[in-house]
Nanobody, 124 residues
Framework: QVQLVESGGGLVQAGDSLRLSCTAS????????MGWFRQTPGKEREFVAA????????FYADSREGRFTISRDNAKNTMYLQMNSLKSEDTAVYYC?????????????????WGQGTQVTVSS
């Protein structure tokens, strides 16, 4: 069982930056590919970005590439999402997820473990 805890969300203004963190309890964190998703009320969970086991490969939803950067530090059991030039439409609950494989995925159903989410609110 892997426990994931997100942090770093908050209320910011449009154009600001935030860095989200996701810390995992897994003893073998490097065995897991990781991802970030987000969700707004009444909508399905939406893919944001994914990263493979060692951070050597990343993948982004088209609309986030260039503004968002996913990374990980396996020595700290932590994954990050750097979000720049935030827009009001980025407002959502952001979730981190882990899957029991070293390869990335962009579909929520491919992930085995989820955090509780952290709220990001961008005011315009």
């Amino acid at each position: 069982q892997v426990q994931l805890v997100e942090s770093g969300g908050g209320l910011v203004q449009a154009g600001d930056s935030l860095r989200l963190s996701c810390t995992a309890s897994a003893r073998t964190f490097s065995s897991y590919a990781m991802g970030w998703f987000r969700q707004t009320p009444g909508k399905e969970r939406e893919f944001v970005a994914a990263i493979n086991w060692n951070g050597g490969r990343t993948f982004y939803a088209d609309s986030r590439e260039g503004r968002f950067t996913i990374s990980r530090d396996n020595a700290k059991n932590t994954m990050y999402l750097q979000m720049n030039s935030l827009k009001s439409e980025d407002t959502a609950v952001y979730y981190c997820a882990a899957r029991r494989t070293t390869m990335m995925a962009a579909t929520a159903s491919n992930y085995d473990y989820w955090g509780q989410g952290t709220q990001v609110t961008v005011s315009s």
